[in-house]
């Protein structure tokens, strides 16, 4: 059975011998760090977990897995804490927390690196930037490459380069009998296919390794606002304008209110606004010429598009999602921004109440299309479109109306689903899980469970079962 806080402490036996085998902090309830360790990105969750094992390395990895199979402890895996339903922690089990794990290893010649499981992109930015390179990899700086990864990985490069899975040379991985195992196409290339996309489900990976693109360190980017009620205008001239852009632009379509930024007129804070926010990854001239169109359409109240430092522009959005704030998600894929779409966003986004809100919709397409849909276990490589249907609020204060809004919004746009990101899932069940993969993929992947791990051991994720 499943130890209790209290229960663990006193079996001084498997604590005596894990303590003896692990080089990193373990952190049990009534610690001084207990409260910091055990909370999330996501304030609107909180759980107690029996135990936190803050591993510095692989060997701590192998011994947190083996003693979790001795005491039949339920595991939740953390990289940077960033699961929107909070998969990356648990009541009274086991987080296997990989935060410590930070080690980047850049090799410019060959262009490739290598980035431990802790590691957040930020870093990973910092890493790879210092030689004019990149990996695709999310919009905020914060978030795990881990989790990101592991369900695909979409961000401001992916229409040039592929999503982050598609960068992926080689995985390290400890399965959930408590072994290491490397994967990559020559090596456990089953299990490779698997962890490109089918998330925790598999085991943790505890290493990646990279191919690097050549990308910066200037980039031209930034951001367009035009006053809400002006959005329908807007995104039909976006729809027809983003048909002809090249792969090397990005953008990404946001309704909020306007934020109390430096950058942000004090007279524009709190005032509705969508935005097109673009990062165009290729010569400055060229991205200045193909964003001219979008910057003049209208008549826009703020314009911050401008030559600046990749890492900069990638962390744009931070101040956007920051710790601690309550977050609840819906999401899905289209095929298009068709009128109905539209209009449907447009009349949703006018009602928000929280000025903390902003959901996005991803521009798709470009390299993301041409790697083939049975390479790798991420679906949706079709889609034109991934609406992130956000709702945001500081505290629990008005959490319960924006999280209405939010599927409000969603269900309003389900005429026009496709699929669904599964970084971008809540709890929401097998059926939606399922849906993310597609039937036929979705069973390929329930018999890699079955032979990865058949006890459903790494269950804390989205998760597939493998009966």
């Not at 490397?182 to 990279?210: K, M, P, Q, Y």
């Not at 399922?434 to 069973?443: I, L, T």
């Amino acid at each position: 059975m499943n130890l209790t806080a209290t229960e663990l402490r006193l079996d001084s036996t498997f604590m005596n011998e894990l303590e003896a085998s692990f080089r990193g902090e373990l952190v049990t309830p009534g610690d001084p760090t207990y409260d910091e360790h055990r909370k999330i990105w996501n304030g609107a969750i909180s759980r107690t977990p029996a135990l936190i094992a803050r591993c510095a390395g692989v060997a701590d990895v192998l011994a947190a897995v083996r003693f979790a199979r001795k005491t039949e402890m339920t595991v939740a895996v953390r990289s940077g804490g960033h699961s929107f339903p909070g998969q990356s922690v648990c009541d009274e089990g086991m987080v296997i927390d990989l935060g410590l794990m930070k080690g980047v290893r850049v090799d410019p010649q060959a262009r490739t690196a290598r980035a431990q499981a802790g590691v957040l992109l930020g870093e990973l930015d910092r890493e790879t930037q210092a030689f004019g390179l990149a990996i695709p990899a999310g919009i905020v700086t914060h978030t795990g490459l881990a989790g990101l990864t592991l369900g695909g990985g979409i961000g401001w490069l992916m229409r040039k380069y592929g999503l982050t899975i598609d960068q992926l040379l080689s995985v390290d991985v400890v399965t959930a009998d408590g072994e290491f195992v490397r994967a990559s196409e020559d090596e456990n290339a089953d299990l490779f296919w698997g962890v490109r996309g089918g998330g925790g489900n598999f085991g943790i990976v505890t290493e990646f390794e990279f191919r690097l693109n050549p990308l910066g360190p200037t980039a031209f980017a930034g951001a367009v606002f035009w006053p809400m009620e002006e959005s329908p205008k807007v995104l039909r001239f976006y729809r027809e304008w983003i048909a002809e852009v090249p792969d090397e632009l990005t953008t990404i379509v946001v309704h909020r209110k306007a934020p109390p930024l430096s950058v942000v007129p004090p007279e524009l804070h709190g005032k509705p606004v969508v935005v097109v926010a673009c990062c165009y990854a290729g010569p400055v001239e060229d991205g200045e010429k193909v964003l001219r169109p979008i910057r003049k359409f209208g008549t826009p109240v703020l314009d911050v598009c401008a030559p600046k430092p990749f890492v900069n522009h990638q962390a744009m959005f931070d101040p956007s999602f920051p710790r601690g704030w309550w977050y609840y998600f819906r999401s899905c894929d289209v095929a298009e921004l068709t009128d109905g779409v539209i209009d449907t966003t447009v009349d949703h986004a006018l009602r928000m109440k929280s000025p903390l809100t902003a959901f996005p919709i991803f521009h798709l397409g470009g390299a993301i299309g041409r790697v083939g849909e049975d390479e790798t276990a991420f679906s949706g490589r079709g889609a034109g479109h991934t609406i992130n249907v956000n709702a945001t609020t500081s505290t629990s204060e008005g959490f319960d109306e924006e999280r209405e809004w939010s599927r409000s919004l969603w269900s309003a746009l389900k005429p026009y689903h496709q699929s669904v990101y599964v970084n971008f899932l809540m709890e929401e069940g097998e059926e939606r899980v399922r849906e993310a993969y597609g039937a036929q993929k979705y069973d390929r992947l329930k018999a890699l469970k079955r032979k990865y791990d058949p006890d459903n051991f790494f269950r804390l994720n989205q998760n597939i079962p493998p009966d």
